[in-house]
């Protein structure tokens, strides 16, 4: 069985649950919709070819997704050998490449399948945490799903939480 490429990140910091990470720039393809979880199939299909390119990308981890009243979205974050010049631009029109810039997060782990009730919860103590360290949020939260919707145990979520850090 081939290993699935991670987003790679680098812990600068620990305390409690929480780990303070840099993540360096990396290529991404994001929908964005008004209905919660409706892009991962379109999202699948760029990276089985339905791309300017024809070109089969794999799969990455984790998952990112944010929620909110207006706007949720899904992206997948591309391989590392990816960058702004041989990305694939995607067919369909609510699909965008993009390259994010990274940054410093603070980042919880919960495991079992997400759901509002936990993204919640964890979003909560996660912001707690911080307000009792003295650390600023700088951004809104992503959750970020590391596993398959087939693997039933030992499942790895994330609250992140994008910071001021010096």
């Given at each position: 069985m081939s290993?699935?490429?991670?987003?790679?990140?680098?812990?600068?910091?620990?305390?409690?649950?929480?780990?303070?990470?840099?993540?360096?720039?990396?290529?991404?393809?994001?929908?964005?919709?008004?209905?919660?979880?409706?892009g991962f199939g379109k999202l699948f299909n760029?990276?089985?070819?339905?791309?300017?390119?024809q070109t089969k990308i794999a799969m990455t981890t984790p998952v990112h997704m944010e929620k909110s009243k207006e706007v949720n979205s899904m992206a997948f974050v591309l391989p590392k050998h990816f960058n702004q010049d041989n990305t694939p631009l995607p067919n369909e029109d609510s699909l965008t490449v993009f390259e994010d810039q990274g940054g410093?997060?603070?980042?919880?782990?919960?495991?079992?399948?997400?759901?509002?009730?936990?993204?919640?919860?964890?979003?909560?103590?996660?912001?707690?945490?911080?307000?009792?360290?003295?650390?600023?949020p700088s951004g809104l939260p992503k959750i970020l799903v590391y596993d398959s919707p087939y693997k039933f145990i030992n499942r790895r979520n994330e609250i992140l939480i994008p910071i001021e850090f010096n």
């Open positions: 290993q699935t490429e991670m987003q790679s990140y680098q812990v600068v910091r620990s305390f409690s649950e929480v780990e303070i990470r840099f993540y360096p720039p990396v290529m991404m393809a994001k929908h964005t919709a008004n209905i919660e979880g409706s760029y990276i089985s070819g339905n791309n300017s390119m410093y997060f603070a980042a919880i782990r919960y495991s079992g399948y997400t759901s509002t009730v936990k993204e919640k919860e964890y979003t909560s103590v996660l912001k707690n945490l911080l307000e009792k360290e003295k650390i600023t």
